[in-house]
């Protein structure tokens, strides 16, 4: 039981990351307030669960692989100036931007299913760690 757990979790982490990869940022409103599904076509609109669910996913996300914002910006700020300098640079940056996104991803779980002031877009860009290096 416990090699299925240890298998189950990161795959399921993965999962998440990729239908959140896959799945592009709802755009701006259309003028009778709807807002533009991934389909193309006069009548696909995005449903109020749909935003629900991607921000859902987000936090989750977000909460999950926030740890992962040590090694991405120890990465960047090594790209930018020095190895040196990235590892402890980065670290100190990939802390701190670990901490938002928990605090982030949190938020959006507590309030998934309410559309807040910024209609279910998200708080911190990019929307999940790493996703700037997917366009």
């Not at 298998?7 to 896959?22: D, E, I, K, N």
């Not at 755009?27 to 859902?56: F, I, M, V």
């Not at 559309?115 to 860009?125: A, G, K, L, S």
């Amino acid at each position: 039981m416990v090699n299925r757990f240890h298998f189950s979790v990161p795959t399921a982490l993965c999962c998440a990351v990729l239908v959140m990869s896959t799945l592009g940022r709802a755009g701006a409103q259309d003028s009778e307030g709807r807002w533009p599904a991934k389909t193309t076509g006069p009548y696909y609109h995005g449903s109020e669960n749909e935003l629900r669910a991607r921000k859902l996913m987000r936090g989750v996300a977000n909460i999950a692989l926030s740890v992962a914002e040590i090694p991405n910006q120890a990465i960047m700020e090594a790209h930018r100036t020095s190895w040196i300098t990235g590892a402890v640079v980065g670290a100190v940056k990939g802390t701190y931007k670990g901490a938002k996104r928990i605090v982030v991803g949190l938020w959006e779980v507590a309030t998934f299913y309410a559309p807040m002031n910024n209609y279910y877009q998200p708080y911190i860009e990019p929307e999940v760690v790493m996703m700037e290096h997917l366009h």
